[in-house]
């Protein structure tokens, strides 16, 4: 489907409009994280830069599980790592990651990072993701490699790192870690989640059934502005947000 023919995202009147948006399509997000399985414990995050105060981010509470997640349980957290919204505390991985890619990245409104199996298990071979199928190629020349592991992500001197690894890409395989996304949505990042999780699985796949053939250079390279495109990663999340909303309907309060 070419671009022309993809609705545009929507805009907004107030700031609280937008926030109030940004944090709808969180707590749908973490919802669907669960639903396909993304939750491990209490590892993974997934932000979104607040539209007022820009060095500040909105943040799912340390140790609540992704499928309980409200629109009013998110935090907001400042560029200290500080709670300055909510009751509940920040994990320290969330913030030494997140803080440094919002940092480096003032295109990005939303980075979103698990610890999903396939992703996870792809880490630890230690390369980027091959063209090998139509959706893979939305990652070709625009998914960086974190190759390096350092125990758990405390300090924000390993998320510069990290930030620098993802360069001005719309993800990054971390080492015997897991993916990380970011995006110009909440919806963006999100898909770009799924969609990398999902490739990664799909290679895998491939990789143990035999030896499998990539899509040629210069054809990858056209899909990937096609099915790559910001806003394609926009449209796609629109039906898992409708599915999930119409299923969990107390997401939103
Ligand atoms: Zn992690």
Not at 41 to 70: C, K, L, S
Not at 75 to 103: K, P
Request: proline fraction near 5%.
């Amino acid at each position: 489907m070419p671009i022309t023919d993809i609705p545009e995202p929507p805009t907004f009147a107030s700031v609280e409009d937008e926030r109030r948006h940004r944090k709808e399509r969180m707590a749908a997000t973490f919802r669907l994280f669960s639903k396909m399985g993304f939750d491990e414990g209490i590892a993974g995050h997934v932000t979104a830069r607040d539209p007022e105060r820009t060095d500040h981010f909105w943040v799912n509470p340390f140790g609540m599980h992704f499928g309980q997640i409200r629109v009013s349980d998110l935090i907001l957290c400042n560029h200290q790592g500080e709670v300055v919204q909510g009751d509940q505390a920040v994990n320290r991985a969330a913030f030494a990651i997140h803080s440094q890619v919002h940092a480096a990245r003032p295109d990005v409104v939303a980075a979103a990072h698990t610890h999903s199996v396939h992703g996870r298990a792809f880490s630890t071979l230690g390369r980027l993701l091959d063209p090998l199928t139509q959706d893979a190629c939305a990652f070709y020349g625009d998914h960086g490699l974190f190759d390096d592991y350092t125990g758990v992500v405390l300090d924000v001197d390993e998320g510069k790192r990290i930030a620098h690894a993802l360069g001005g890409h719309k993800a990054v395989i971390l080492r015997n870690h897991g993916l990380l996304t970011v995006g110009h949505s909440v919806d963006e990042a999100a898909w770009w989640f799924v969609n990398l999780e999902r490739s990664c699985q799909a290679q895998l796949l491939a990789m143990a059934a035999g030896t499998p053939i990539p899509i040629e250079d210069e054809m990858a390279r056209t899909t990937q502005t096609q099915v790559g495109h910001p806003r394609a990663g926009w449209f796609n999340f629109q039906p898992l947000y409708q599915r999930i909303v119409n299923e969990q309907p107390d997401l939103l309060q």
